[in-house]
Structures are given as structure tokens and as C-alpha cells.
């Protein structure tokens, strides 16, 4: 069972920027799509960026394009999500997912369903 564990959340005022590691053990993630998820208070969890298992193919959120990056390090088992120029809406837990069919592409429409297994999540807190 693989496990995820993230980190490198926190508190920044707008406009600064935070990147979030996302690392497997007891599984591998060579083969599977990776995403990150967001959630604040009152809200659905929601689709942030995914990446192939290749990473030849990356989606974004409309609301992260141009801002946020998803790259991976299969040989350290790790996904990474390097966020800039955020926002006070960004602000919420942060979660990354393995997902629950290896060699099978993400389609974000498909919302966190096709995930089957989560980490526990890091907070990032955007000020104004």
C-alpha cells in the first residue's frame, strides 16, 4: 500500500511563492498519473494540476495556468508543485494523489474519483 506524504506548505503573503513535495513510500509512482487536489473550509475538493506518468502530458486548473508547475522525479518517487505569484485564494489544504490505474492518463473532468490513494494533506495560507 502505497503511502504520500506532503510537505513544504505554509504561510505567504500574496504574491510569494511555495513549493510542495509529494513523497511515496511503500509504492512506487514510476507508472501511475499524479495529481495535486486543494480544499478550503465549506468547499469541494478541487482539481489543481496533474501530470502523466511519463510526464510528457500536464493539465492545469484555469485558475493555476501560468502560475503553478507540476513536475515529477520518478527516481526519487516524488511529484512536486512549484506555486508562484499566489493569491489569498489559494489558500487551503493542499493534496496529492497517486492515481488508481497505472498507464492511464488523467482527464480533469473526471474530478478526484479515478484517485486511490491520498496523503494527508498540506496547508498553505496565502495574505493579503
Known amino acids: 500500500q502505497v503511502q504520500l506524504v506532503e510537505s513544504g506548505g505554509g504561510s505567504v503573503q500574496a504574491g510569494g511563492s511555495l513549493r510542495l513535495s509529494c513523497a511515496a513510500s511503500?509504492?512506487?509512482?514510476?507508472?501511475?498519473?499524479m495529481g495535486w487536489f486543494r480544499q478550503s473550509p465549506g468547499k469541494e475538493r478541487e482539481f489543481v494540476a496533474a501530470?502523466?506518468?511519463?510526464?510528457?502530458?500536464?493539465d492545469y486548473a484555469d485558475s493555476v495556468k501560468g502560475r503553478f508547475t507540476i513536475s515529477r522525479d520518478n527516481a526519487k518517487n516524488t511529484v512536486y508543485l512549484q506555486m508562484n505569484s499566489l493569491k489569498p485564494e489559494d489558500t487551503g489544504v493542499y493534496f496529492c494523489?497517486?492515481?488508481?490505474?497505472?498507464?492511464?492518463?488523467?482527464?480533469?473532468?473526471?474530478?478526484?474519483?479515478?484517485?486511490?490513494?491520498w496523503g494527508q494533506g498540506t496547508q498553505v495560507t496565502v495574505s493579503s
Open positions: 501530470i502523466t506518468f511519463s510526464g510528457s502530458t500536464i
Open positions: 494523489a497517486r492515481h488508481r490505474d497505472p498507464f492511464t492518463r488523467y482527464d480533469p473532468v473526471q474530478g478526484p474519483s479515478p484517485f486511490a490513494s
Open positions: 511503500g509504492g512506487i509512482l514510476l507508472r501511475y498519473a
